[in-house]
């Protein structure tokens, strides 16, 4: 500590529990707008990550940047050498279906992949991880409190966001039951499992894959708050 790629160095600078967004903008507008008596505690690579609390109690929040290989690492270091237990990513993601509509939340009850990450990182064999379902059960619990409906699915975790042959996602959802897509989630539920942490994904659809509409980049950005609010539960 520190870290090739977090700056803090004491453990004590980041809460037990870190909310991760991909978007680093993301994890700064959450400081920005939901937490008080804040910290900034990274700024390597401008990967943002703060420290504050929400209604008194302490939280961080860092973003991941895009893709399996950044929250791998940033996952890891987080676990491994700050002591974090809980991982919450909250991201965006692609609607595979007409049934998750833009701004509709998802919680990712397991995620399916083609990656290679877990393969690599630790002969996990199996396309498919699990979020830990005891951070799950909270989180169901926070947005019933809030009166905030949230689809608890299968969601699908891709390396390629650009495919050459786009249709594919008809095939993914129609044979594995993903109902969403986004790249991060299933190696950070890898690293969790590892490790001996806890993960969780809560995603707020962008775009939709089926009916063509999306959000712009800055909706994505800042005005995804109910998924936000249901993760800021989670300070403790
Ligand atoms: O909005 P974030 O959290 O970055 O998540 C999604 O958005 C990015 C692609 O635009 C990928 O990181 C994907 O997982
Ligand atoms: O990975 C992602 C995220 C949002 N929207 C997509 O289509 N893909």
């Excluded at 929250?71 to 700050?82: N, P, V, W």
């Excluded at 050459?164 to 539920?189: D, H, R, T, W």
């Amino acid at each position: 500590m520190p870290t090739p790629h977090i700056e803090a160095k004491n453990k004590n600078e980041i809460a037990k529990t870190v909310l991760m967004p991909g978007d680093p903008l993301r994890a700064k507008f959450i400081a920005d707008t939901f937490l008080e008596d804040v910290k900034q505690f990274n700024g390597v690579r401008n990967v943002l990550g703060y420290t504050g609390t929400y209604k008194g109690r302490r939280i961080s929040v860092m973003a991941s940047g895009m893709g399996m290989p950044s929250i791998g690492i940033y996952s890891y270091e987080l676990y491994k050498f700050y002591d974090v237990e809980n991982i919450i990513r909250i991201g965006s993601c692609g609607g595979y279906t007409p049934d998750v509509k833009l701004y509709d939340v998802i919680l990712a009850k397991d995620a399916w992949s083609e990656s290679s990450y877990a393969k690599v990182q630790g002969g996990y064999e199996s396309d498919t991880i699990e979020g830990t379902p005891e951070l799950n059960q909270r989180l169901v619990k926070y947005a019933n409190e809030l009166g905030i409906p949230m689809h608890i699915e299968r969601i699908h975790s891709s390396d390629v966001f650009y495919r050459q042959n786009f249709e594919e996602y008809k095939e993914i959802y129609n044979k594995y039951g993903c109902v969403a897509v986004e790249m991060e989630a299933f190696s950070l539920f890898h690293n969790a499992k590892v490790l001996g942490k806890k993960a969780a994904c809560l995603l707020t659809v962008s775009d939709n894959l089926e009916t063509k509409e999306e959000t712009t980049s800055e909706e994505r950005q800042n005005a995804f708050t109910n998924m936000m609010k249901i993760a800021l539960e989670m300070a403790e």
